[in-house]
């Protein structure tokens, strides 16, 4: 799976990245948005094989991708000390988790400095 990043200027919605992917038609596995100083920035989760067609959409519509990062889709339980959990597994291999967070369905999204690693525990 691959995350792309996207930072949008405070003039545009993050509504407009997502809408611009359905007209595409490419599935959204995990998305997250946080504002910035200056607008959002928009991460979202994609299949290895819709990034160019993503990351082509997104351009189209005026929206430049800054960051493209490997990740893992994880399941996990919904349960209390689930996500405790898996970070103890990955950082027990020595794996630094750089991204985590809820996907659709029982998943969070994991990107580590050392993805083989974390990808032997989750």
């Known amino acids: 799976m691959r995350e792309i990043t996207f930072i949008l200027g405070p003039e545009r919605a993050a509504a407009e990245i997502w809408e611009v992917l359905g007209q595409a038609e490419i599935s ?3 998305s997250c948005t946080y504002p910035m100083v200056d607008g959002r920035n928009v991460r979202v989760v994609v299949a290895d094989s819709d ?3 993503a990351k082509a959409a997104a351009l189209e519509a005026g929206f430049g991708p800054i960051d493209e990062n490997e990740v893992l889709l994880a399941e996990i339980e919904m349960k209390p000390g689930s996500l405790g959990a898996l970070a103890r597994r990955v950082a027990d ?5 750089q991204i985590l967070y809820m996907a659709r369905g029982n998943r969070v999204v994991v990107g580590a400095d050392d993805l083989e ?3 032997s525990v989750v």
Do not use: H, N, Q, R
């Open 28 to 30: 959204i596995e995990a």
């Open 51 to 53: 990034v160019t067609a």
């Open 93 to 97: 291999t020595g794996a630094k988790l």
């Open 117 to 119: 690693k974390a990808a």
